[in-house]
């Protein structure tokens, strides 16, 4: 018994540091996973945002190509239409031909 007495006193003071070690242990676990549960809903959103620019940065890409193309087509339409310019003298001198002829036609007909 007197060993255990002087054993006791010793063991004692480290018992209620270790429970005292426990409790902060516990609280520091406590804030950890509050901790943890913030960055997990801080990271969710990121993915999320991730997700969404290269949706819209696709999106973007897409449109830049069919801008291009439109302007392509707008230059070849504009090139076919100058081709085309001297085609509508041509087509009103055939016009006024044809008229004349038209005009005439009777005549000729009965020579």
Do not use: C
């Amino acid at each position: 018994m007197y060993d255990y007495f002087y054993v006791s006193r010793e063991v004692e003071p480290l018992r209620q540091a270790s429970a005292a070690a426990a409790e902060q242990l516990a609280s520091a676990m406590a804030s950890l996973a509050a901790a943890q549960a913030k960055l997990k809903g801080v990271t969710d959103k990121l993915a999320a945002l991730n997700a969404q620019f290269e949706e819209m940065n696709a999106k973007k890409q897409a449109l830049e190509a069919d801008v291009e193309l439109t302007n392509l087509k707008l230059e070849r339409a504009d090139k076919l239409l100058s081709g085309l310019g001297g085609e509508r003298a041509r087509w009103r001198e055939t016009v006024s031909h044809l008229r004349e002829l038209e005009r005439t036609i009777t005549g000729n007909v009965l020579v």
